[in-house]
Nanobody
């Protein structure tokens, strides 16, 4: 069973930066096919904001974060990152990491990490 743990969330002033990390265990090295970051703001649905497909290193960003957030991964360490810059209060949410090993998208989820951006 794959387990994911997110870290790096916290409080930050508007305009600031944070880097989130997602660490996977219970999976073979290089087995993860997609790493994805979602977020869920209070009263809103969970939304996909960034994604990386590992075989071709292709990335996807939601328009709300494109140009400000960068997804990356370290396959050997079984980790992914979300570098977030120019943070705004509307980025306040719980951020979740999700992965799959190729069978179905978003098979496994982390517990989430809170990001709060102060205006």
């Amino acid at each position: 069973q794959v387990q994911l743990v997110e870290s790096g969330g916290g409080l930050v002033q508007a305009g600031g930066s944070l880097r989130l990390s997602c660490t996977a265990s219970g999976t073979r090295t290089f087995a993860i096919f997609h790493w994805s970051w979602f977020r869920q703001a209070p009263g809103k649905e969970r939304e996909l904001i960034a994604d990386i497909r590992t075989d071709v290193e292709s990335t996807y960003y939601d328009s709300s974060v494109e140009g400000r957030f960068t997804i990356s991964r370290d396959a050997a360490r079984k980790m992914a990152y979300l570098q977030m810059t120019k943070l705004q209060p509307e980025d306040t949410a719980i951020y979740y990491c999700a992965v799959d090993e190729g069978a179905a998208r978003w098979e496994y989820w982390g517990q989430g990490t809170q990001v709060t951006v102060l205006s």
